[in-house]
């Protein structure tokens, strides 16, 4: 079985000016509607990739995107996601705080949480969905280029968080 870390860029792609001033305009229209906006990511994603739900313990048995909707656990934890990507964006002329950030990010999700990193690739494909879906007007092809180029810095940074921890996959039938 090959690691993901075997994948992985020796750097992220870096963000040029132009891309990182989309960048936060985008998000400065999606950011006024976070937690609604991260309830759908969340919905979304637990409704595609039900082994996703395995660890969160307050929702995991879930199956109606209407009671998850109305779940506080749900709607915390699409705050703290989407929180997350805010400091990103703040912060995206600073790296040191981004790779920061995002590590910090990282060893909690490998260390406390034990999620394959995985996830944060499916997740940042479904958030990317939902915001091309719920702000067609804001996210033409051009736009979700530059923000799938941040969603691979993004992994690109957490999955670096991992291998810094000694990550080792665990298999499915384990958990």
Not at 134 to 139: I, L, N, V
Not at 146 to 173: D, P
Request: negative net charge.
């Amino acid at each position: 079985m090959q690691r993901e870390e075997d994948d992985r860029p020796e750097r992220a792609e870096p963000l040029s000016d132009a891309e990182r001033e989309i960048i936060q305009d985008t998000w400065a229209r999606v950011y006024e509607n976070c937690e609604d906006v991260g309830v759908s990511v969340l919905i979304r994603f637990f409704v595609n990739f039900p082994s996703a739900k395995q660890y969160f313990s307050q929702f995991q048995d879930m199956e109606d995107p209407e009671e998850m909707e109305r779940s506080s656990q749900l709607r915390h934890h699409a705050r703290r996601v989407m929180n997350a990507i805010n400091t990103v964006v703040e912060n995206l002329h600073d790296p040191e705080k981004v790779s920061s950030v995002l590590g910090l990010v990282g060893k909690a999700h490998a260390l406390k949480h034990k999620v394959e990193p995985m996830y944060f690739k499916v997740l940042s494909g479904v958030m990317l969905e939902v915001l091309s879906e719920d702000f067609p007007e804001f996210f033409p092809t051009e736009v979700q280029q530059v923000w799938s180029k941040l969603m691979g810095a993004i992994y690109w940074h957490v999955t670096g968080a991992y291998t810094e921890v000694g990550w080792v996959q665990v298999s499915s039938s384990a958990v």
